[in-house]
């Protein structure tokens, strides 16, 4: 009774969440969770940072004047220039084909779709390896047309696709099923053809979830290392992406460099998060698709 | 009627429907259906919802593809036209505006994504934006987005949209369906008035019988896929073709009944209603709440029970627990003596009769 009545003596604040546990309860879990942050998160990227800079700007300069860390970089970004443009086009074509059309095997595609989630990059750069590599099914053909694939950018690019794949139309999957196709249709009625539907009616609707989902996709793209390591081989400065320079330059025991090429990644990170961050901030309605009818 | 309406009225086309089958995972959705739409009449399609009214409307616009039959536009075959070709005017039930574009972009988007050829010009574009939107009672209101419109502006800013492309033919599926009862019936009186303006040839798909039939030139009552009948709102409540068109149109209370010499009969008491000679044997006879009467007991065809006393408008209702156990509803007048759980005879005045 008196509970109630002091609650009523109480401003009425909405933003403010009810909260039924002892203070002390929360005050615990937040402290666990921002310890685990901090922890994992925040000192892991300080020390990246501090040991790319403990021989000063020079050091960590020095680290990219290196050829085989440009030739690196240039790879990554080209890895990422190709395989992120061909993940959009896909995720489009299956997103649309999924949450437009009703055909048969449908839900197989969906499994089909994030199972590059569920299969180690290690696994999946073998059994590209398998398929391409000197001893690999198709091998010898290959070679004997001399096409190079494994070792290659080719096979980088490859494995890069497949473990980016689920990125563009997982983002992009739900967003135009709670749309559905009735914008669509009345643009067929009016006369539009298919492709201007397309320009005109759908990409507005989606375009900051596919740009969301490009973010991610790309961020995966520059930092993949497994199914990568497999496929390239490590030939310096021809196919080491920047994740396998750090590795290399680590195993080396040249840890500024290392931490150096390695902070580049991790401003890739950051710049993600905050564009991210941002995304979800202005359009945060259009992304999780209960877009305002 | 004004020279230039009768000439809007003189451009309208007929749509023909023949044949029209469409099943969809195996079952049938549309059976054979057969329906002439005449020039400038609106017809509605009422119908239980999985009755596929809304997709026969589709079919005729294109959006389906009909498994057999044929769509004709005034006399031409459109079955085989892609949707973008026909020339519909098509209004969503939940509008399907383009959330992203202003009013007055929705309602030029026909206009914008037409051929170079046949693109009017910027000026005049505009100046058949701000027509319609007149029309639809929107003036001030261009550069508004669908989100900060109420549910019946932007019912009235898709019907603009499909007007806008001047269509050969109107298709409605709907349109009040998502609205509440009070702008519903705004709405319909508007949509009638624009009717008579555009003298559009206008088919609307409802679930709502009073909708169809205070609104509808006639209409066609769907079942199951099959065409129940088509007729005059008059000729669909007076002289239904089918058990179902009488109970889907309003209460009907229905009584077993004996068919002999031309008389029917029920309980063994004959009742003023006609039957051919011809049909002898059982029949259901089907009684509105106005065609029953109630008297002393065992005075009537039945007995019952009152179970409840409802006003409608100026008259007032009673619900009777018939000795079966099945509910049935009179009409009588607002100043009654009836009182609940009292026990009362019904005499039947009139019905329709269909054979079991």
Redesign the interface.
């Known amino acids: 009774m008196s509970d109630a009545s002091t609650a009523l003596l109480l401003p009425l604040r909405p933003s403010v969440p009810v909260a039924t546990e002892q203070s002390w309860v929360r005050r615990l879990t937040i402290a666990v969770a921002l310890a685990f942050l901090f922890l994992f998160l925040i000192l892991p990227l300080v020390v990246v940072f501090v040991e790319a800079f403990r021989r000063g700007w020079e050091g960590y300069l020095a680290a990219f004047q290196e050829a085989d860390a440009q030739a690196a970089i240039r790879l990554t970004l080209t890895v990422a220039a190709i395989s992120v443009p061909l993940n959009l086009v896909f995720g489009l074509a299956a997103s649309w084909a999924i949450a437009k059309f009703e055909f048969k095997g449908k839900s197989l595609l969906i499994t089909l779709i994030d199972l590059p989630f569920s299969v180690s990059p290690v696994v999946s750069g073998l059994i590209y390896l398998l398929l391409f590599g000197a001893q690999g099914l198709w091998g010898p053909w290959l070679m004997a047309h001399d096409v190079k694939i494994a070792f290659a950018l080719p096979g980088i690019v490859l494995a890069t696709i497949f473990v980016t794949l689920p990125f563009v139309a997982r983002q992009l999957i739900p967003l135009m099923q709670e749309q559905g196709s009735?914008?669509e249709?009345?643009?067929?009625?009016?006369?539009?053809?298919g492709w201007?539907t397309f320009l005109?009616?759908t990409l507005?609707?989606i375009k900051w979830g596919l740009l969301y989902g490009v973010l991610l996709c790309n961020a995966r793209a520059m930092g993949e290392f497994g199914a990568v390591s497999v496929m390239s081989g490590h030939i310096r400065g021809l196919t080491n992406t920047i994740p396998l320079h750090v590795e290399i330059l680590y195993n080396e025991y040249n840890f500024v460099a290392a931490f150096a090429v390695a902070s580049l990644l991790a401003c890739l990170a950051l710049v993600t998060l905050a564009l991210k961050s941002f995304l979800e901030w202005c359009h945060g309605a259009d992304l999780a698709g209960s877009?305002?009818? | 009627m004004p020279a230039a309406q009768s000439a809007k009225r003189s451009q309208a086309v007929d749509i023909r429907v023949t044949g029209v089958t469409k099943e969809f995972a195996g079952a049938a959705a549309l059976h054979h259906i057969d329906i002439d739409v005449r020039p400038g009449e609106l017809l509605a399609l009422l119908g239980p919802s999985g009755s596929g009214k809304t997709t026969l409307l589709r079919i005729i616009a294109g959006l389906v593809e009909a498994d057999r039959g044929q769509v004709f536009f005034g006399g031409t075959d459109a079955t085989s036209l892609p949707v973008q070709k026909r020339q519909v005017g098509f209004v969503f039930q939940h509008y399907a505006l383009f959330k992203h574009m202003s009013v007055a972009d929705n309602i030029a988007y026909g206009l914008q994504v037409r051929g170079r050829a046949n693109r009017p010009s910027p000026a005049e574009i505009r100046r058949r934006t701000s027509e319609l939107l007149d029309l639809v009672q929107l003036s001030g209101h261009e550069s508004r987005f669908p989100a900060q419109l109420s549910g019946g502006q932007r019912q009235r800013v898709a019907l603009a949209r499909a007007l806008a492309v001047e269509p050969r033919v109107l298709l409605l599926d709907e349109p009040f369906g998502a609205l509440d009862a009070k702008v519903r019936k705004d709405l319909r009186a508007w949509l009638r008035d624009i009717h008579e303006r555009t003298g559009k040839t206008t088919v609307f798909v409802t679930h709502d019988q009073d909708e169809a039939l205070e609104l509808a030139d006639r209409v066609a009552v769907l079942n199951q896929g099959r065409l129940e009948q088509i007729g005059s709102p008059d000729e669909v409540q007076d002289h239904p073709a089918t058990p179902f068109v009488m109970t889907f149109l309003g209460h009907a209370a229905r009584f077993a009944a004996d068919i002999r010499d031309g008389r029917v009969l029920v309980n063994g008491k004959p009742v003023p209603v006609g039957a051919p000679r011809s049909t002898i044997g059982q029949a259901g006879l089907y009684c509105r709440p106005w065609h029953l009467k109630p008297t002393e007991t065992d005075q009537g065809h039945c007995n019952g029970t009152i179970s409840g006393i409802r006003r409608l408008g100026s008259m007032r209702r009673v619900e009777v627990l018939r000795d079966g156990g099945v509910k049935l509803e009179v009409e009588v007048p607002l100043q009654t003596s009836l009182k609940v759980g009292e026990d009362i005879g019904l005499e039947i005045l009139d019905g329709v009769t269909f054979r079991d």
Do not use: Q
């Open positions: 009735a914008e249709e009345a643009a067929l009625t009016l006369g539009a053809s201007r005109t009616v507005p609707n877009a305002i009818r």
